[in-house]
């Protein structure tokens, strides 16, 4: 009993979940979400980080706000990609109160969405979907993507898919709340998971470490910020694009393409920075 105690202990990362909050209420603001996922306590913690996201403008060129919205703006291109070639399954992990997952249902009523996360994050999730009328073939399911086997594992909400479609995982908002061996171990789990599929991918956003970056310094102070509403650290991973990709490659990815916001400035409506961006974009396929 003490040993199952102990276990449940070291994976209980819901101190993270109140950042779905302000995150869900930045989309909302931005037009990007649905009203359905804004929640008193993303309201007060984007008044609360206004301040914040003033002095990042004024010092980097870009909110954290612009920096959320890049990588937002991104993803969803990545996912659209996905769709235009076929693929038919997505399981957006930590979905958080992004509405993500409802949008694409309404846009592609035929793909099948699964939203994982913590069970109180998930429940929660469910709950709001089933008042906004929740479309066929939209399940949430509680997943922590720490757990190596059981029900909530990334193993199990894996197996439970059509093997006979190609599928895509995305994770945002997530990462960077791990340390780089912690979520390397994750990425290998899912490179493997992931090889039962005939094709399959998984796209995430990643904040690198860029320490000769003019604005490195103000990242620091970001990074604290996040970490003290969270409870934790916000470390960030790897120094480069191609370390990054190498990094994906040694953990069991076949092919790792690695952007950066600014790549996709003539493509896409999206804010922008007047320096080199902080985000990074990964799609690696098994
Ligand atoms: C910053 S929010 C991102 C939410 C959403 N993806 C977005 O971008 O708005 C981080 C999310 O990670 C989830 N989370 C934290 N630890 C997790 C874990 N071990 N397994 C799965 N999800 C986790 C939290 O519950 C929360 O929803």
């Not at 038919?88 to 009523?109: C, D, M, T």
């Not at 073939?137 to 479609?165: F, R």
Request: hydrophobic content about 40%.
């Amino acid at each position: 009993m003490e040993q199952i105690n102990d276990i449940d202990t070291a994976t209980d990362t819901s101190r993270i979940s109140i950042s779905a909050h302000y995150t869900g209420y930045i989309w909302y603001k931005n037009g990007l979400s649905h009203k359905q996922f804004v929640t008193p306590m993303g309201r007060a913690a984007y008044w609360a980080l206004k301040p914040m996201n003033i002095f990042m403008q004024k010092m980097v060129g870009a909110s954290i706000d612009t920096f959320l919205l890049q990588r937002h703006f991104v993803l969803d291109h990545l996912v659209e990609q996905a769709i235009e070639e076929g693929f038919e399954q997505i399981v957006e992990l930590a979905a958080g109160l992004s509405s993500r997952g409802y949008l694409i249902k309404k846009a592609h009523p035929s793909i099948h969405y699964v939203e994982g996360d913590l069970p109180g994050m998930s429940a929660r999730k469910a709950e709001l979907l089933d008042q906004l009328g929740r479309a066929e073939g939209h399940m949430t399911q509680p997943c922590n993507i720490l757990d190596e086997s059981g029900t909530h594992s990334i193993e199990a909400l894996l197996g439970s898919l059509d093997k006979t479609k190609k599928t895509l995982i995305i994770t945002e908002g997530l990462v960077n709340y791990f340390d780089l061996p912690t979520i390397r171990k994750v990425w290998a789990r899912m490179a493997v998971a992931l090889k039962q599929f005939p094709q399959a991918r998984y796209v995430t956003e990643v904040y690198p470490k860029l320490e000769q970056h003019p604005s490195y310094k103000y990242v620091k102070v970001a990074q604290k910020v996040v970490g003290f509403f969270t409870q934790g650290e916000y470390p960030l991973h790897y120094d480069s694009n191609k370390a990054m990709q190498q990094g994906f490659i040694e953990d069991g990815f076949a092919q790792v393409a690695v952007t950066a916001p600014e790549d996709y400035y003539d493509k896409l409506d999206m804010p922008t920075s007047s320096r080199q961006s902080l985000v990074r974009l990964v799609a690696a396929d098994v």
